[in-house]
Antibody, heavy 120, light 111 residues
Framework: QVQLVQSGAEVKKPGASVKVSCKAS????????ISWVRQAPGQGLEWMGW????????NYAQKLQGRVTMTTDTSTSTAYMELRSLRSDDTAVYYC?????????????WGQGTLVTVSS | QSVLTQPPSASGTPGQRVTISCSGS????????VYWYQQLPGTAPKLLIY???QRPSGVPDRFSGSKSGTSASLAISGLRSEDEADYYC????????????FGTGTKVTVL
């Protein structure tokens, strides 16, 4: 069965970086992409971007350009999302989700979420 | 801030029909597919409707989606207690080099 398992909760200070992992299993990793979606406490969902596990192509949300990097390691079927220069408003649960192609929001499988807390 | 607008709340008694609206623009709903997600408290969202009105396998036919122009809607018929959740619409937006956008979210309460 398809599973996306994310790394554990993180607590970071403002200005630091965080790297969240998302390990996929149960399907051919390179046949799909991974999108990242975050949700601040008590708030709605925010699309962060997408990466193709086939060729590494990315598409980031404009508001995060320059601070976010999404990568994949096909040898371990793992996707990563790194966010730099963290601010308090980056405090959120970060989700990875499987998606077929760029420009698609058909997220059929999701990770369990990773809480990132940014606090001094 | 969300580009797609939803009512903050909706409610109904068991067995009733509830409809949630999602208002967008020509750059998102008007030109791309709409998706709907259900999020139960403390859990990851779950795909409920894709490509405007298609249900993934396992989603009850009590859930239905529709789209007209720059708006979309999700209907829940035969409301059940387990339908109490947050619901989000989503669509691709062709502006700003393309981006995914979600609705503001609607909390459905079963009275």
């Amino acid at each position: 069965q398809v599973q996306l398992v994310q790394s554990g909760a993180e607590v970071k200070k403002p200005g630091a970086s965080v790297k969240v992992s998302c390990k996929a299993s149960g399907y051919t990793f390179t046949s799909y992409g991974i999108s990242w979606v975050r949700q601040a406490p008590g708030q709605g969902l925010e699309w962060m971007g997408w990466i193709s596990a086939y060729n590494g192509n990315t598409n980031y949300a404009q508001k995060l350009q320059g601070r976010v990097t999404m990568t994949t390691d096909t040898s371990t079927s793992t996707a990563y999302m790194e966010l730099r220069s963290l601010r308090s408003d980056d405090t959120a649960v970060y989700y990875c989700a499987r998606v077929s192609v760029a420009g698609d929001l058909h997220f059929d499988y999701w990770g369990q979420g990773t809480l990132v807390t940014v606090s001094s | 801030q969300s580009v797609l607008t939803q009512p903050p709340s909706a409610s109904g008694t068991p067995g009733q029909r509830v409809t949630i609206s999602c208002s967008g623009s020509s750059s998102n709903i008007g030109s791309n597919y709409v998706y709907w997600y259900q999020q139960l408290p403390g859990t990851a969202p779950k795909l409920l409707i894709y490509r405007n009105n298609q249900r993934p396998s396992g989603v009850p036919d009590r859930f239905s989606g529709s789209k007209s122009g720059t708006s979309a809607s999700l209907a829940i018929s035969g409301l059940r207690s387990e339908d109490e959740a947050d619901y989000y619409c989503a669509a691709w937006d062709d502006s700003l080099s393309g981006r995914g956008v979600f609705g503001t979210g609607t909390k459905v309460t079963v009275l």
